[in-house]
């Protein structure tokens, strides 16, 4: 199916001067999928043909899905694309694993990966051992089906990060490990794991930062050329996106203000001036970093750089300023991290009122416009919302 829109004339006459090259004009086409029909001044805008080739392919993994003769030729047409290098790793790549079991889920999960390899900058050896290690768990562990719907279920990888993998990885290795998953779901499983929409206006709304984007903030934190910086760093990231703080909170958090519980609970009082706003708990995969933050304070009073004296509002951004930012580095914006915690916890179905306690709303205008950044369960999921408990 296509959908047309009519072009103005007059636009078009006035423009021709500046219409890119031909074999320009071709590269963009391929890109958008879009042509122009100059007898009917429509451009007409299409399905790219590399969806319908993954759509037909990720059908071979779903056992329970009778699999026609063009689902197995799209799926072996993907494994052929593989350059030699990456079909190579994979081939030869021996997971630390029970090589009875890893025979089982091989074939699934190195299809798996193929599918994703087209979609994503991560190469082959950073997802398989990740997803070869997950897939063994979901299956042999937790006793799920060798089936794409039921394995690679957004909650479940949640539940394998935080349950399964081992206690002493850091948490910056853990969302990794999640970032990585969750690209192969997004792929292979897209009505449980449908990505962030693009917004619109960014004016409007800052978009919280995706998966990726959180990892690229964990590197940029650890590449910080001082100890001093890769820990203010850190904790700006974990105050941020696990917190909810404002950057004017942040700089104005002190020690005191935090507690950490026997449990690892680490709660937060909000105070901003000497008035108390609100009181938040950091979520667990950044409760860490701040606890090991407050607990090297050693009597300084201020949580994010401890050296410092001055609470001006420009605190964060100056430091941001000062640090170190590679090319391709996303933009270090407060807002951006405590609306990636608004959307975090929205997708954990958070009660909106203990959320507006938390932030510190009056309103429910700010979560209503990053609502539409939140991932929507599947349809069969949201019935089972909307018809509650027996």
């Known amino acids: 199916m296509t959908s047309t829109i009519q072009t103005n004339p007059?636009?078009?006459?006035?423009?021709?001067?500046?219409?890119?090259?031909?074999?320009?004009?071709?590269?963009?086409?391929?890109?958008?999928?879009?042509?122009?029909?100059?007898?009917?001044?429509?451009?007409?805008?299409?399905?790219?043909?590399?969806?319908?080739m993954i759509a037909a392919a990720?059908?071979?993994l779903y056992p329970r899905v009778p699999v026609g003769e063009g689902a197995r030729t799209a799926m072996n047409e993907i494994r052929a694309r593989l350059d030699d290098a990456s079909a190579a790793k994979m081939r030869d790549y021996e997971p630390a694993l029970p090589p009875e079991y890893v025979k089982v889920i091989r074939p699934f999960v190195e299809d798996s990966v193929a599918l994703a390899l087209p979609l994503t900058?991560?190469?082959?050896?950073?997802?398989?051992?990740?997803?070869?290690?997950?897939?063994?768990?979901?299956?042999?562990?937790?006793?799920?089906?060798?089936?794409?719907?039921?394995?690679?279920?957004?909650?479940?990888?949640?539940?394998?990060?935080?349950?399964?993998?081992?206690?002493n990885l850091a948490a910056g290795t853990k969302r990794n490990y999640r970032a990585w998953i969750t690209r192969i779901a997004e792929v292979v499983n897209p009505e449980k794991n449908p990505r962030n929409p693009t917004p619109l206006n960014q004016k409007d709304m800052e978009a919280p930062y995706t998966e990726d984007e959180i990892v690229a903030l964990d590197r940029?934190?650890?590449?910080?050329?001082?100890?001093?910086?890769?820990?203010?760093?850190?904790?700006?990231?974990?105050?941020?996106?696990?917190?909810?703080l404002s950057a004017v909170e942040i700089a104005n958090l002190r020690r005191e203000s935090v507690t950490v519980h026997d449990n690892g609970t680490v709660e937060i009082q909000?105070?901003?001036?000497?008035?108390?706003?609100?009181?938040?708990?950091?979520?667990?995969?950044?409760?860490?970093?701040?606890?090991?933050?407050?607990e090297a304070l050693s009597g300084n009073p201020m949580v994010f750089l401890w050296k410092r004296n001055r609470t001006e509002n420009d605190v964060v951004s100056a430091f941001v300023g000062k640090c170190s930012n590679p090319k391709g580095t996303p933009a270090v914006q407060g807002r951006r991290l405590r609306n990636t915690w608004f959307v975090t916890q929205m997708t954990n179905r958070v009660d909106v009122l203990t959320l507006m306690e938390a932030a510190?709303?009056?309103?429910?205008?700010?979560?209503?416009?990053?609502?539409?950044?939140v991932p929507r369960p599947s349809g069969e999921d949201r019935d089972a919302q909307l018809r509650g408990g027996l």
């Open 220 to 244: 940029w934190a650890a590449g910080q050329p001082t100890a001093y910086k890769r820990q203010g760093a850190a904790v700006l990231i974990a105050l941020g996106a696990g917190a909810g």
């Open 270 to 294: 909000v105070v901003v001036k000497n008035e108390w706003k609100r009181r938040v708990i950091v979520t667990a995969e950044f409760e860490e970093i701040v606890a090991t933050a407050v």
């Open 360 to 373: 510190g709303l009056q309103s429910l205008e700010s979560i209503s416009r990053l609502a539409k950044f």
């Open 121 to 167: 900058s991560y190469s082959v050896e950073t997802l398989l051992r990740p997803v070869m290690h997950f897939v063994y768990w979901a299956v042999f562990v937790v006793g799920c089906d060798l089936d794409a719907l039921v394995v690679f279920d957004r909650e479940l990888i949640q539940n394998y990060v935080t349950e399964a993998l081992p206690t």
């Open 58 to 60: 990720r059908a071979t």
């Open 10 to 52: 007059s636009t078009t006459t006035k423009t021709r001067r500046n219409r890119p090259s031909r074999a320009a004009s071709a590269s963009l086409a391929e890109r958008t999928n879009a042509t122009y029909d100059a007898a009917a001044m429509i451009l007409r805008f299409g399905e790219p043909a590399e969806d319908q």
